[in-house]
């Protein structure tokens, strides 16, 4: 069974920074694209950063420059470092991926960016 658990979530002023993180078990871990989406409440989930196997990345233009996402393939984790964080990029963080055919997501960790 495909398990993702996220940590890290908080609040934070704006321009500041955060690190999330997502433990996964379940899967071959190093052989999967690992993903991380962020959704607002009534809005759909937005895919904002993949990281692939062989470590190539893509981000959505609306974190682009300001995220980093990152996967260690020892201990089965994928982080997220957000910099430069805008009250804007409020939302629930979840990290996902594509198995057995389907998709899997972890509960999400929430992230409030505010004065």
């Known amino acids: 069974q495909v398990h993702l658990v996220e940590s890290g979530g908080g609040l934070v002023q704006p321009g500041g920074s955060l690190r999330l993180s997502c433990a996964a078990s379940?899967?071959?871990?190093?052989?999967?694209?690992m993903k991380w989406y962020r959704q607002v409440l009534g809005k759909e989930r937005e895919l904002i950063a993949t990281?692939?196997?062989?470590?190539?990345?893509n981000y959505s233009d609306s974190v682009k420059g300001r995220f980093t996402i990152s996967r260690d393939n020892i201990w089965n984790r994928v982080d997220l470092q957000m910099n430069s964080l805008k009250p804007e990029d409020t939302a629930v963080y979840s990290c996902?991926?594509?198995?057995?055919?389907?998709?899997?997501w972890g509960r999400g960790t929430q992230v409030t960016v505010s004065s």
């Open positions: 996902g991926t594509r198995a057995f055919g389907r998709d899997f």
């Open positions: 379940g899967i071959n871990f190093r052989l999967y694209a």
């Open positions: 990281i692939f196997n062989n470590q190539t990345t």
